[in-house]
């Protein structure tokens, strides 16, 4: 099984032809609402693409939240153990999205603030079925903290996607099994002001001090690196696609990367699938709805080889 600790929000997404600059105001072309949350779209990819999948957050009664629900599960989710407090609202991301595909995202916590330690700690046992676990940091930071530390005391493998990048700490990455950060987040985590001051030796370095089993770094529409302590920086084009929508790209890429290795395919082989996956994603508008299925990745990876 695979446990998914995260946020999930309504994803309310502007449209426009250029992002706005710091004090600009720009015009939308189309406003869509549509369900979202980095924790919520892993789980709805994983789900989508064959993963047994369980998900621990937080809702709200009303509207929207009703919405992510019934999105959740009719992916396939297990959506049973989700918290809902009434009369809150819930969590809420505003997107810009330019005619180059590029995004921009403001996120409301709401509810995503009371996925605590302690609600956590009330189904410790998934902890004890689960093969693996999805993190990330749109929930308290305390909570991704005592999951991790949940995750080592029932040997459940850890994949953790360290975005938002500005609550990470580092004392979070150590023996930490998968980090999937994108090129931005590599560089924050590597004291660097841009991912071009990044160089492969700062990396494997960064792996080796904190004990990482491996950091797969997301780099768009070139696919993706891969880190290891003890073995030469591995990198894993894509086909080039010109892009529509790149929200939820990372968190496709994430889902199918992470249902692939509890499948127990070698770590190649579920990148492979992930850039499949992920490059299928961003040719469709919105997040968890344009996330592909099983059927459709393997169709697009045949075609890929001849």
Do not use: W
Request: with cysteine; charged share 20%; proline share 5%.
């Amino acid at each position: 099984m695979i446990l998914v600790i995260g946020s999930i929000n309504m994803d309310v997404s502007f449209r426009v032809d250029e992002l706005p600059q710091p004090g600009e105001t720009v015009l939308a072309t189309a406003m869509k609402k549509s369900p979202g949350g980095k924790g919520a779209n892993q789980a709805v990819a994983a789900s989508k693409l064959g993963g047994h999948v369980t998900m621990l957050g937080c809702l709200s009664d009303d509207e929207d939240s009703r919405s992510l629900l019934k999105s959740m599960k009719t992916a396939g989710v297990d959506i049973s153990h989700i918290r809902i407090v009434e009369g809150r609202s819930a969590p809420t991301a505003f997107i810009c999205v330019s005619a180059r595909g590029e995004n921009n995202i403001v996120v409301n916590p709401a509810t995503n603030n009371l996925v605590t330690p302690e609600y956590i700690h009330e189904y410790e046992g998934l902890f004890e079925k689960a093969t693996y676990c999805v993190l990330q940091m749109e929930i308290p930071y305390e909570t991704v903290k005592e999951a991790i530390a949940l995750c080592k005391k029932y040997g459940v493998k850890i994949v953790f996607n360290p975005s938002p990048i500005g609550g990470v700490s580092t004392e979070l990455l150590y023996h930490v099994q998968l980090v999937v950060p994108n090129e931005n987040e590599a560089a924050v985590l590597l004291g660097c002001k841009s991912y071009s001051e990044v160089t492969e030796n700062a990396l494997q370095k960064f792996v080796q001090a904190f004990d990482i089993g491996c950091m797969v770094i997301t780099l768009g529409g070139k696919g993706c690196i891969c880190v290891e302590p003890d073995r030469p920086i591995r990198r894993f084009p894509t086909i080039p696609r010109e892009a529509v929508d790149t929200t939820g790209a990372g968190d496709t890429f994430l889902g199918a990367l992470v249902t692939r290795l509890a499948e127990n395919v070698s770590l190649e082989q579920a990148i492979s699938f992930a850039n499949t996956a992920s490059g299928i994603e961003v040719m469709r508008k919105g997040a968890q709805n344009a996330m592909p299925t099983r059927k459709e990745v393997e169709d697009e990876y045949k075609k890929s080889l001849g």
